[in-house]
Every structure is written in structure tokens, then in C-alpha cells.
């Protein structure tokens, strides 16, 4: 079956860091991929997604990498700001429409 | 603009209350789903909607009953729940469900309905 693995948290991280959160997947076919950021007390907001092998989504300076042969989806932002503290989901999309999450990850930036 | 309303915010009921979650949208997507968050764990689906009938139901309780009275809007029942149902409560929805495209439509969330049930 379809399952998505997210690197652990809670992550704490200095502002201007770089990040990298870890997204691996397992599933049949050729799923989209999506990640979503949770702020605290608000719903999910989509934050960027990629549709097939090698695509590359972004949004608001964060990236990731469809790798269809390490089966990954990796988060990354080159500077972070106290602004990006929140909860990140990993997910994926099949054509039955049925979102498999990961666990997410709390991501919390120092000043 | 890709938002979903939902109303209340927050909602704080007892266990033999009955009252509503409402959700809506005007992007034209035919698909809408309910969702159920506990804290600090991910999204569990509970309903689908495809264009205005229940094409998923995750063996949810009866205690919720889901309604679609058209294609921009949908409700979530609730009836004699119990204290465990007590969580953020998300609408979505998706141009389709994926029954003709490929791919997994983008699904896109609204705010939530807090729900305390006392």
C-alpha cells in the first residue's frame, strides 16, 4: 500500500539556518506529492507539490524534489525565519484521492 | 483564490447536543471531504464527496452524518457524541475526485472547526 516515512521532530533551528526536512515514500502507480504547513491553531495550507518524477515545487523559498529513484520528497529553504515555525506534513496523492500523510514535523525557528 | 470556508470556528457542545459543521467553496471543485485532527497527529479522513454523492466513507461513526446539498457546499451532522470526538475538524475539497485524471488532484483545506465536546 501507499505510505509516506517524515523525518522526526520537533526540529529547532536558528533563524537563517538552512533546513532540510525528510520526506521517502512508498507507493503504486505514480502518485502526486504535496507538502502542507499547519501554523499553530490554524488549519493545513498547501505548501508546494509536484506531479511527477523530477518536478520541482516552490513556494515562499521552500523547495522539493520529486525523486522518483530514491522514492523522496525532501523539504528544503535556504534561510528560515521565526515566521516558519510550524508543523509540516508530507502527503501523497493517489487517484482514489485519499491524502497519506506523514506524521509531520514541528518545526520551531529561534531568533 | 483557492479558499474553503468553514464556520464555527469553534464550537463547544454536550453529548446529547446536536449541531452542525458547515463548509463551502466557490471554485467550481466537485469534490469535498471532511477530515478529523487529533492534536499532534496528521489528518484522518472521514468522507468524500464527488460531485454531490458519497463516493468514501472511512467507517465513521453514525454519530456523524455528512450532507452535500449542493456542490458548493458541505455539512457535518453531529449527534450524541462522545468527549473523544473532541478535535479540529477540516473541510477540503478537489476539482474531482480522481476518478478521470491520472494524478491526485491538489486538495485544498479550509481553517477548521475546533470541537469540544463536554
Not at chain 1, 48 to 64: I, Q, V
Not at chain 2, 17 to 46: I, V
Not at chain 2, 89 to 99: H, K, R, T, V, W
Amino acid at each position: 500500500g501507499n505510505s509516506v516515512t517524515q523525518m522526526e521532530g520537533p526540529v529547532t533551528l536558528s533563524e537563517e539556518a538552512f533546513l532540510t526536512i525528510n520526506c521517502t515514500y512508498t507507493a503504486t502507480g505514480y502518485p502526486s506529492l504535496f507538502w502542507y504547513v499547519q501554523y499553530p491553531g490554524e488549519g493545513l495550507q498547501l505548501l508546494l507539490k509536484a506531479t511527477k518524477a523530477d518536478d520541482k515545487g516552490s513556494n515562499k523559498g521552500f523547495e522539493a524534489t520529486y525523486r522518483k529513484e530514491t522514492t523522496s520528497f525532501h523539504l528544503e529553504k535556504g534561510s528560515v525565519q521565526v515566521s516558519d515555525s510550524a508543523v509540516y506534513f508530507c502527503a501523497l496523492g493517489n487517484r482514489a484521492q485519499k491524502l497519506v500523510f506523514g506524521q509531520g514535523t514541528r518545526l520551531t525557528i529561534n531568533p | 483564490d483557492t479558499e474553503v470556508t468553514q464556520t464555527p470556528k469553534h464550537l463547544v457542545m454536550g453529548m446529547t447536543n446536536k449541531k452542525s459543521l458547515k463548509c463551502e467553496q466557490h471554485m467550481g471543485h466537485r469534490a469535498m471531504y471532511w477530515y478529523k485532527q487529533k492534536a499532534k497527529k496528521p489528518p484522518e479522513l472521514m468522507f468524500v464527496y464527488s460531485y454531490e454523492k458519497l463516493s468514501i466513507n472511512e467507517s465513521v461513526p453514525s454519530r456523524f452524518s455528512p450532507e452535500c446539498p449542493n456542490s458548493s457546499l458541505l455539512n457535518l451532522h453531529l449527534h450524541a457524541l462522545q468527549p473523544e470526538d473532541s478535535a479540529l475538524y477540516l473541510c477540503a475539497s478537489s476539482q474531482d475526485s480522481g476518478q478521470t485524471s491520472t494524478v491526485g488532484n491538489t486538495i485544498y483545506f479550509g481553517e477548521g472547526s475546533w470541537l469540544t465536546v463536554v
